[in-house]
């Protein structure tokens, strides 16, 4: 889907007060002041919106200007969710946790929306921002709040690939399948997780290669037991002939637990099945249980906290 908004629907005096109402909209609940005081009507912006499934990208264009997530905001609001700003043009400058980050062309750094905020611009500016709920980046990141405003250089590595497939995305996000755009938009994250884990703040002692080998293992058997309503640690161990604490060392280095990886893995199959056509008839429960779930209220809850929408409207994609 995509949608553009801009400052020229309104009358020139009105045009602060309109981006404010509309970067609230798009994200959060956010104060938003220009850094020099403007002639009446010299304000603009626009926002070019892109959703794929589990993934909103919009590009920003605006001039000079200070936005702010400030502790009543975040007190009013029950929003949980990861931004990426990924600078295209000019500078930024992302300030949460005691850290500042400065962004250059290429940049990116990532900001909660569960705690105060503030983006500074000093001129006009193009950034490319990416919209995650809080729950599926916290399932492959430890520590998440040690990360936020820290600059990901992109003129090298992750940093360099995500600006490249971002750049891509956002000209052809309009042709793709709903099923292919949920494929990309794991690949993004996928992307941004690695910058991140570059940071030193997420650098993490490495798995030999016997753990990690076994850890493989591990997941590998979760993966095809999924459809299992009893898989628990207790059955993986019987069933790989180990223990459930050697189970439990092996995700001890891990963003989750064993019991919530099981848990975290059957809702991405989930949303990957509500995409797919050929069970575009099946009901929701029947998907859900046919993941191992035997709860579908709970299912329900669980799969808006990951995904930020409802099943039933994350099968609603499929249609456009």
Known sequence: MNHLLSTDAVARDQRLAYWTDMICNVYVQLGCDPVRTPQVGDFEGRIQQHSLPGLDLS????????????????????????????????????????????????????????????????????????????????????????????????????????????????????????????????????????????????????????????????KRRIDEQLSDPTLSVASLAADLGVSESHIHRLFKGEPLTVSRYIWERRLDACGRDLLEPRLAGRPLADIAYGRGFNDAAHFSRAFRDRFGCSPREWRQQRMH
Do not use: C, N, W
């Open 59 to 218: 590009v920003v264009t605006s001039r000079a200007q200070r936005v702010t997530r400030t502790p009543a905001h975040v007190a009013r609001s029950s929003d949980d969710y990861f931004l990426v700003s990924i600078q295209a043009r000019g500078k930024g400058v992302v300030s949460q946790d005691g850290r500042d980050a400065v962004l250059a062309a290429g940049d990116f750094a990532l900001y909660d929306s569960t705690r105060p905020y503030t983006l500074l611009f000093d001129d006009a500016f193009e950034q490319i921002v990416l919209k995650l709920p809080g729950e599926r980046l916290r399932s492959q990141l430890r520590d998440t709040e040690a990360l936020t405003a820290t600059t990901v250089s992109g003129r090298e590595g992750a940093g360099h690939l995500l600006l490249g497939m971002l750049r891509t995305l956002r000209d052809d996000v309009d042709t793709l399948q709903p099923a292919s755009a949920l494929a990309v938009a794991d690949g993004v994250q996928s992307i941004l997780v690695a910058g991140l884990q570059t940071l030193p703040a997420a650098r993490s002692p490495a798995l030999s290669q016997l753990t990690a080998y076994h850890l493989a293992r591990v």
